[in-house]
């Protein structure tokens, strides 16, 4: 599925986890690679520069996937914004 549809049907679940509208399941996100990820505008990348100060560092395309790091959900905090849950592999695909 096309990564800005699957955002732009996300929603929180009574966990606070980021989920998919329709489908109810929990959106498994990736940190990101600029390099790998050519289909982005980088218009919000924290990541084309060492100074760049951006709001986006992941993606839901597990081929744009930054080498070295592990998938997560996106989870509301006590703190008001979305932190990372790390996931193992198998719950991923």
């Known amino acids: 599925m096309n990564e800005r ?12 986890y980021l989920v998919d509208a329709v489908t109810k399941e929990r959106i498994v996100f990736y940190v990101c690679d600029p390099e790998k990820n050519l289909g982005c505008e980088k218009a919000n990348c ?25 998938p997560f959900y996106k989870r509301l905090n006590g703190q008001g914004y979305y932190g990372r849950e790390y996931i193992g592999e198998e719950a991923a695909t």
């Open 5 to 16: 549809k699957t955002l732009a049907r996300a929603i929180p679940d009574k966990d606070g």
């Open 46 to 70: 924290r990541s084309t520069t060492a100074e760049a100060f951006g709001f986006c560092s992941s993606t839901t395309e597990q081929k744009y996937q930054k080498d070295g790091t592990r």
